[in-house]
């Protein structure tokens, strides 16, 4: 299996920084939601997939819903 690739995110543009710890180096990975999950955030609209972003640092999950 291949490892964690750790790495800067950039979103919209920006760089993403861990809103806790500052860092700029994650691993991400994409995430299935389940239905329950998705109707229990109300996001059936957002589709099932989500991409995490998890800190190096701290380890604060940042998610990114698929947009559009
Ligand atoms: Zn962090």
Excluded: N, Y
């Amino acid at each position: 299996m291949k490892e964690h690739e750790i790495s800067s995110v950039e979103v919209v543009g920006k760089l993403l920084t861990c809103s806790v710890c500052g860092g700029q180096r994650f691993w991400s990975r994409e995430a299935m939601l389940s239905g329950r999950a998705l109707a229990f955030f109300d996001l059936e609209w957002a589709g099932k997939k989500a991409t995490i972003h998890v800190c190096e640092r701290c380890g604060h999950i940042d998610w990114f819903l698929p947009r559009g």
